[in-house]
């Protein structure tokens, strides 16, 4: 259905061949009707339940906690792990702004990491040398980085478009440092690594069912994690940490970050079909692949990662990229650069960015392609031909 969140996608005319758009072809009208039948239209309903199951049960995950979207899943949860004024939190430099945005809207200080640049993810040997080299325990049992003297809390790694961040060596590197890990999984729906789902290897997992993500609910989010304290302490924070809905008891500062029932219908609706849109992701990756001339530069997945490719992107290099946008562009399809590096935006240009090697050039390189869930084969071809017509003039 050709339907398209602002913020994301753009509408695109007949011919015109758009990034990603979302597949709303399932029970979907049927599961809001009933919410607007039985008028379960808000924040408690059964199917925030089933989704928050649904979610759980997909992942492996003990508990999920739905809330309004990914960003506020990212803040809650490191709030709900104690990540407090002046505390530092590792970030990647190569990521959607969000997740540095919430260790701001809690006051801490964002530190930049490197990217990967076979993965785009945060460079995890890089992270590892930092915590060893630049960080000390302190007496209280935290780690310190030496330069700031501020606590490291917690580390965020993303799995950038959809690719595992290389998760064994980042709980190697934070292994005994009283440092929190919360996955930004919020484009990697259906990703594994090395067998399990990402979300699960930290103390949280963050996704996004923003209208350009792997399923959707228009917007919407939700944590896991395997911690039944933790997902009370959640549940609590997202209902404006209420303790008598009757007297309007509240004990500390809470969120409205609830999901409501008709956004979770939609979630219901969408994860029945989840594996589905994997296997529609993963089948664009492979004929991109059998397409694509090699100097095209398509990432593919590591030997220990399933990728759930929510996109294709090229890596065709610095000189290769502006001609490719212009192009794709002018021939009606839609492509999107790589973000700008967080450090570099004016708000985080004084934080701290450790050996910052490969994100520049990584953003200057790279391109997202069309990977929508129902692309058909003439329009990857289609893709594929103007891409390989743009190498072939060289
Ligand atoms: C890496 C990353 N983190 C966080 C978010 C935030 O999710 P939302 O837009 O649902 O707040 C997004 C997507 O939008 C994202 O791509």
Redesign the pocket.
């Known amino acids: 259905m050709a339907t398209s969140t602002a913020?994301?996608i753009s509408e695109a005319p007949p011919g015109r061949i758009a990034l990603s758009e979302p597949e709303i072809s399932g029970n979907e009208w049927k599961y809001v009707k009933e919410c607007l039948d039985t008028g379960w239209v808000s924040s408690a309903g059964a199917f925030v339940e089933r989704f928050e199951k649904s979610v759980a049960a997909y992942t492996g995950a003990r508990e999920a906690v739905s809330t309004?979207?990914?960003?506020?899943?990212?803040h809650v949860s490191m709030v709900a792990l104690g990540v407090e004024p002046g505390d530092e939190v590792v970030v990647p430099a190569v990521?959607?702004?969000?997740?540095v945005n919430?260790v701001k809207y809690c006051g801490g200080e964002p530190v930049f990491m490197d990217c990967d640049p076979d993965t785009l993810c945060m460079d995890t040997a890089k992270l590892a040398a930092f915590l060893k080299n630049e960080c000390s325990r302190g007496k209280d049992g935290f780690t310190y980085n030496r330069a700031t003297k501020r606590r490291v809390k917690a580390v965020v790694p993303?799995?950038?478009f959809g690719h595992p961040a290389r998760l064994d060596e980042l709980l190697d590197a934070c292994q005994g440092k009283n440092i929190e890990i919360i996955e930004?999984a919020?484009?990697s729906l259906g990703a594994e690594f090395m067998g399990k789902k990402t979300g699960t290897f930290g103390a949280a997992g963050?996704f996004?069912?923003?209208g350009?993500?792997i399923i959707t609910t228009g917007?919407?989010?939700m944590v896991v994690t395997d911690d039944r304290a933790l997902a009370a302490r959640l549940r609590h924070l997202t209902t404006q940490a209420k303790t008598d809905a009757f007297e309007y008891e509240h004990d500390e500062v809470g969120y409205n970050y609830r999901l409501t029932n008709i956004q979770a219908a939609l979630g219901v609706a969408q994860m029945e079909r989840l594996e589905e849109f994997v296997s529609a992701k993963r089948r664009n990756a492979e004929s991109y692949r059998r397409l694509l001339k090699e100097s095209a530069g398509l990432m593919w997945e590591e030997p220990w990662a399933r990728s759930n490719f929510w996109h294709c992107t090229i890596k065709a290099g610095e000189e290769r990229r502006g001609p490719l946008i212009r192009h794709l562009t002018e021939s009606g399809i839609q492509v999107r650069p790589l973000w700008k590096p967080v450090h570099l935006l004016p708000m985080y240009r004084g934080c701290q960015a450790y050996r910052m090697e490969n994100a520049e050039a990584a953003y200057r390189s790279c391109l997202n392609i069309p990977s929508g869930v129902a692309l058909k084969s003439e329009e990857i071809e289609r893709v594929a031909g103007e891409i390989n017509s743009v190498l072939r003039a060289e």
């Not at 309004?68 to 990212?74: F, M, P, Y």
């Not at 990521?95 to 997740?99: E, K």
């Open positions: 913020s994301t309004v979207n990914g960003t506020s899943a990212l990521t959607f702004v969000a997740p919430a993303v799995h950038v930004d919020t484009e963050c996004s069912f923003n350009n993500k917007g919407g989010g």
